[in-house]
């Protein structure tokens, strides 16, 4: 059975090591400040929102919530941002996505307004360009968890063989970079890449981060590999999992959620593998703590 990767254990280390520079920085005056724009109602947003804000409040970051109507027009949100900029007392700035229908089209030019040096994502093309030429600044929040998470666990990375499934700009891109400057031998699959389960069988390490339920299963999977599960899904349960739960004395919900990866039996085989819940979600909220930790002391930097 795999050692299960608990986000809760990896996320307290983070956590711990923001702490203590925060206590730094308040100790010369500077109280560390994330500003997080939800646009719309969006419930998923909501949550992620409210658990950046219960971090933030966790770790003596002052948190700046700025909700804004499903109607905002792009020009508002663009002088928000501008506002925000601006405004030497806040040191990250973050826009959840999805953006609302009616400005996500307008998404790129929204996101590139944001000062690179208050970019907590790390989503302005100038961060994502230091992070390909090997001089990351400000890292997506969830790839920069997980290889915290593999340094933290003492997983060797260097020789490595990763293989990531997905290529999105917030996980699969970065995560690609991130894999090889540690000396890992890097693959990505996605959705036309023939003969997957050929080539996922050789990762060491196996990062799924494509947003199907359950899609990785046990055949994929190298014995003894790293398995880290990005996704997020929510799921129907089966009549059969309502009446077994009924019958422990639960009272189950309709859906749950699951990861890209079937964890039962995955979980048998490999060598070590994170849960969902519980798991990489933990991880990209504290690394965007230790991010706005980072883009405080940048601006600082900066300033001198
Ligand atoms: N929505 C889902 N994940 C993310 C993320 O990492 N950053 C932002 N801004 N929105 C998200």
Do not use: W
């Amino acid at each position: 059975m795999a050692k299960i990767l608990e986000g809760k254990f990896f996320s307290n280390l983070m956590k711990d090591e923001s702490k203590k520079k925060i206590e730094e920085l308040k100790s010369h005056g500077i109280e560390p400040a994330l500003a997080v724009i939800l646009v719309g109602e969006d419930p998923a947003s909501q949550v992620y929102v409210r658990n950046k804000h219960l971090a933030c409040e966790e770790l003596g970051i002052k948190s700046i919530e700025i909700k804004l109507p499903t109607e905002t027009s792009k020009e508002e949100l663009l002088a928000k941002i501008d506002q925000l900029n601006s405004d030497s007392n806040v040191h990250g700035i973050l826009v959840q996505l999805p953006l609302p229908k009616a400005i996500k089209s307008h998404e790129e030019e929204i996101l590139n307004r944001i000062d690179p040096l208050k970019d907590v994502d790390g989503f302005h093309p100038m961060n994502v360009g230091n992070l390909v030429i090997g001089k990351p600044t400000l890292i997506p929040c969830t790839p920069a968890g997980c290889i915290k998470m593999l340094e933290l666990a003492g997983i060797e990375i260097d020789g490595a063989r990763a293989v990531i499934i997905g290529r999105s700009n917030i996980v699969g891109k970065p995560m690609f970079h991130l894999l090889m400057a540690r000396h890992a031998t890097v693959t990505i699959c996605h959705s036309h890449t023939q003969n997957l389960a050929d080539i996922t069988r050789q990762a060491d390490i196996l990062v799924a981060a494509m947003g199907k339920p359950r899609f990785v299963t046990a055949d994929m999977v190298k014995p003894s590999a790293t398995i880290i599960d990005v996704g997020i899904n929510r799921v129907e349960r089966s009549a059969d999992e309502i009446e077994k739960l009924k019958s422990e004395g639960k009272n189950p919900k309709p859906t749950k959620l699951v990861g890209d990866v079937d964890f039962e039996n995955v979980e048998k085989i490999a060598g070590a593998i994170t849960p969902v819940p519980g798991g990489v979600g933990l991880l990209t909220v504290a690394m965007l703590m230790q991010n706005v930790v980072r883009a405080c002391e940048l601006q600082i930097e900066n300033r001198i």
